[in-house]
């Protein structure tokens, strides 16, 4: 669940693999990964392995300094290669040299090396940076947001460029180190483990680490005054969670909805199999914007998804996510499906298993609900575009979509898949047709048609509708309000 910002300016699809005039001294990579949604994201010529992020931020003013090292090795011999960032840049570094450097289009930083790199080799990467997050824009918007008391990094397609250089594209996974300076009084957060953290001189330095790979649209930032709170899950995984001290009236249902995640974690590990990483939690700054986004380990989530209360579906539908989304990867964007028909599928799950409606009766009462002229039937969930990327077809058919795998493969073999598919691609990136395969192995079933039918073809499909349905006998299930708040939630910018 999330918000991405619209983006005006038409993008370019054109892409430069390589560069005549440098195929003697190596090619120049390429400026985006040619994903067909967002051409320009990521770039060519070389894959992280790792980024060692070392931050300063002052909350009154929104300063953000930084130097970032990347580990990276190339897949293409190269004279120059990209990163993406917004920020203004003072100096590169490529092994240890002095690198040229140029800032091109909205988000594109351009680095010659001395010398050009050969193919296969280790390249690191230092950028010394600064600016002010919030004044800095990209396609006209900004993703830091900005809060009375620092700022946070969270959004989904893109975050990264306000905080730190990065090969900004789902299919290049990472580890992460962040190391954040802060005055003394002021919490940073980050994903993965909080090893540790240490005050000098009115600064306290926080330093957080992901040892899993992740997307870098999955690492956050969060600089504020937070409560901070630990605690072990019944399964030993531990937990963080962090409320802003200026939630004011959301703060009960805030916190009565976080503190459930180390019960809500294990209760998903019996279902989608074991807790992919090492730390969970989640934190709620006081931004203002409504949505939650399931930052790797560290979920963010926006005080207004409390407003009508504690919500414990959103907290299920952002853990789920850690399987669906975050260890498993989507290798391009136009296969969302993996990632929000699995985690909405899961908040069905939540609901039979609190009584408050079956799966099966939230798939008939979405169903039922939508009329056959409704324009939600012409969003393709297996392939929505970007501008619909995050429409609720592709949560509500998406979801409906896997009631239809259910009840043709039957739950034997359902639960297999949903369990068996985040350990076959563990901490990997997949596609929907990987998918297919690999519940078609498991079930023994031909999947393809019922796919077609759910992911790929306009209109409400006639197929899959239970004997309720025909009967018009469906009712609004208990757990339909709470759900949707994880809806309304979505464009209140
Ligand atoms: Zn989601």
Redesign the pocket.
């Known amino acids: 669940?999330?918000k991405r910002l619209t983006i005006s300016a038409a993008l370019t699809a054109a892409l430069l693999l390589t560069d005549p005039a440098g195929a003697a001294t190596g090619a120049v990579g390429a400026s985006g990964l040619g994903d067909s949604y967002y051409p320009q994201y990521g770039n060519g010529g070389y894959q992280v392995s790792h980024y060692d992020l070392r931050l300063k931020y002052q909350p009154a003013t929104d300063r953000l300094e930084g130097t970032a090292t990347l580990l990276t090795t190339t897949t293409a011999a190269l004279s120059r290669f990209n990163l993406d960032f917004a920020l203004t840049v003072e100096e590169v570094q490529v092994n240890g040299r002095k690198a040229g450097f140029a800032r091109t289009g909205e988000h594109e930083l351009e680095i010659t090396p001395a010398t050009p790199l050969g193919k296969g080799e280790h390249a690191t990467v230092v950028v010394r940076y600064s600016g002010v997050p919030s004044a800095v824009t990209a396609y006209g918007f900004t993703s830091w947001q900005r809060t009375p008391d620092g700022g946070v990094a969270a959004n989904e397609p893109e975050s990264a460029w306000w905080w730190f250089p990065s090969n900004d594209h789902p299919s290049d996974k990472a580890t992460f180190d962040v190391s954040v300076l802060v005055p003394d009084g002021t919490q940073a957060i980050s994903n993965g483990a909080l090893v540790s953290q240490s005050s000098r001189l009115g600064w306290t330095r926080w330093n957080w680490r992901q040892t899993k790979p992740q997307a870098t649209y999955l690492a956050t930032l969060a600089v504020g005054r937070f409560e901070i709170g630990t605690s072990v899950t019944a399964g030993g995984i531990p937990v963080f969670t962090a409320y802003s001290r200026d939630l004011g009236a959301n703060a009960g249902a805030a916190r009565a909805s976080l503190e459930r995640t180390g019960e809500l974690t294990d209760w998903l590990s019996t279902l989608l199999g074991p807790y992919p990483f090492d730390t969970v939690g989640g934190y709620v700054p006081n931004t203002r914007p409504g949505y939650a986004l399931?930052t790797q380990s560290q979920i963010y989530y926006s005080p207004r998804i409390f407003a009508a209360g504690s919500n414990t579906s959103i907290v299920v539908?952002?853990l789920a996510?850690q399987w669906y989304g975050d260890s498993v990867s989507l290798d391009h964007w136009s296969e969302i499906w993996l990632?929000?028909g699995f985690?909405r599928y899961a908040q069905w799950l939540w609901s039979e298993h609190e009584n408050e409606g079956t799966a099966q009766e939230l798939a008939d009462w979405t169903y039922a609900s939508k009329p056959a002229e409704d324009p939600f039937w012409t969003v393709l969930p297996g392939d929505p575009g970007p501008d619909n990327q995050f429409h609720a077809a592709v949560y509500d058919r998406g979801a409906l979509a896997v009631q239809a795998l259910r009840n043709t493969v039957g739950d034997q073999a359902f639960f297999a898949i949903l369990r068996g598919w985040p350990a076959e691609r563990k901490y990997g990136n997949a596609s929907i047709a990987d998918f297919r395969r690999y519940a078609e192995r498991v079930s023994g079933k031909p999947l393809g048609d019922l796919l077609q039918t759910w992911l790929y073809t306009s209109g409400k499909p006639a197929a899959g509708t239970s004997p309720a349905v025909r009967a018009k006998a469906v009712q609004e299930p208990k757990s339909w309000s709470e759900i949707k708040a994880t809806d309304s939630a979505h464009d209140t910018h």
């Open positions: 669940m999330r399931e539908h952002e996510h990632n929000e985690a």
